[in-house]
């Protein structure tokens, strides 16, 4: 029997019929949500780290890791990189399933990717929308803090650097604070730069000197949002206020 | 439809008349038969009955998926890159390396003065080269085998192996490279 008879028979023989136009749409749209789904991760990756370089208290390098350059090495948002190119590569895997993808080169696919998130990075950046899911990321983690250097530096209370939650006021210039590790401590505030952060349930970051295992004398305190970062309303404690960045002494909140 | 007028239609119509009609696709099957059998044999060396299997099976696929042919694309471009995946699928289902077979016909196109042939030693015969193709990474393999045997337009290349229209051309000069260092190195 010939080929083709041969398959028109196993064809009505097993009752099959071509694939429905909805489930060819349906698998189709799969990989189109999946390369879109990508190019909006590889956004937030990019608004996370243009907060970072923007938020990275520049004037905090020598304390933090005494050099300049260790300090962009330190803070750099690795983890966020290491998402971006991965997100690079779904995203060229996805296009090359979907009806024409396969015709873009791999470097045509990253050029692209690049410009695409560059500019849908830098609106979300301005929406506050990277920021805001980075704190919730770094809210329901206990590791989060240890990826990301500009975090991490704010439990280094022996380099008179430390940041966290305030968990109870006991006056003006005294009181409690948890750290991203959980650890809890006494602070006492001796200047008065930054008073005005300290409020119950606000995430801030304090400048100054550790004494006794559990106790830490603030000199200064920044918003936990930092310079440039206080009009996106996105951390309860600069929700009130405008930024002013001041010359040598990092940034604050004006009304 | 009478028969003989089906078989004057073009490809793409008949593709919307089988999704309503199974008969009609046997009109496709049956144009398409001895290309793709030779082409499937070029692939893979495989013996006629084998090959025929692939074609049988790459043929039931194309059925099951005809609403996911594109009418920007040639039709003839889709089933080939159907019968091309069934066969490298099979090929790995038998972990045995392919050797390709090459027919008179073959053997003609090459000669026939084309580029490739300007490159290669002009003492070749078809057996060294036939061991040459047989030496040659599988990417290079089918890029010989879709230009020169098949005689595929780059941008139907392109469509067949899902690359790009300049991987293509890439494919094609490393390929020939390869094929002359193989052909001075072995003595293939």
């Known amino acids: ?255 | 439809m009478p028969n003989g007028q089906l078989e004057t239609m073009a490809d793409e119509e008949l593709v919307s008349l089988s999704i309503k009609k199974s008969e009609v696709f046997g009109v496709l099957m049956r144009r398409y038969q001895g290309r793709l059998l030779a082409y499937i044999r070029r692939l893979s060396g495989l013996r006629s009955e084998d090959a025929e299997d692939i074609l049988q099976e790459s043929y039931i696929k194309a059925y099951l998926n005809l609403n996911d042919f594109d009418r920007k694309l040639k039709f003839s471009s889709w089933l080939y890159r159907i019968v091309h995946n069934e066969t490298i699928s099979e090929w790995r289902k038998r972990k045995a390396r392919p050797s390709v077979i090459l027919e008179n016909e073959d053997w003609e196109k090459i000669k026939s003065g084309d580029d490739m042939h300007n490159e290669m030693n002009a003492r070749m015969d078809r057996a060294r080269l036939e061991k040459a193709i047989d030496r040659l990474p599988e990417k290079y393999r089918d890029a010989i085998v879709l230009k020169y045997l098949e005689e595929r337009t780059y941008e139907e290349m392109a469509d067949i192996l899902r690359k790009p229209a300049s991987t293509i051309g890439t494919l094609i000069s490393r390929a020939k490279k390869r094929l002359n260092k193989i052909l001075k190195t072995y003595g293939a």
């Open chain 1, 1 to 255: 029997m010939e080929l083709s008879q041969q398959v028109l028979e196993k064809i009505e023989k097993e009752n099959m019929h071509p694939s429905s136009r909805y489930a060819v749409f349906l698998k189709r749209s799969i990989f189109w949500s999946l390369t879109a789904t990508a190019l909006v991760v590889g956004s937030i990756a990019v608004s996370i780290t243009f907060f970072s370089i923007a938020n990275a208290e520049w004037d905090l390098w020598s304390r933090a890791t005494g050099s300049v350059w260790k300090y962009v090495f330190f803070i750099f948002p690795y983890f966020w990189l290491l998402i971006f190119v991965g997100f690079i590569l779904l995203a060229h895997y996805n296009l090359r399933h979907t009806k024409y993808g396969y015709r873009f080169t791999l470097s045509k696919v990253i050029i692209i990717y690049v410009v695409s998130t560059v500019v849908l990075g830098g609106v979300f950046y301005r929406l506050g929308l990277g920021h805001m899911i980075e704190e919730s990321i770094a809210d329901s983690t206990s590791f989060y803090h240890h990826l990301q250097g500009d975090r991490m530096m704010w439990v280094m209370p022996d380099q008179g650097l430390l940041g966290g939650k305030v968990e109870g006021i006991d006056d003006l210039y005294n009181f409690i604070l948890t750290d991203q590790d959980g650890r809890r401590w006494q602070v006492a505030v001796s200047g008065t730069i930054g008073v005005e952060y300290t409020v119950l349930g606000a995430k801030i970051k304090i400048i100054g000197e550790r004494f006794g295992t559990s106790s830490f004398r603030a000199v200064e305190i920044r918003s936990w949002c930092g310079c440039g970062g206080c009009d996106q309303q996105v951390a309860p404690a600069c929700a009130h206020a405008t930024a002013t960045c001041g010359a040598g002494s990092g940034c604050g909140c004006g009304e």
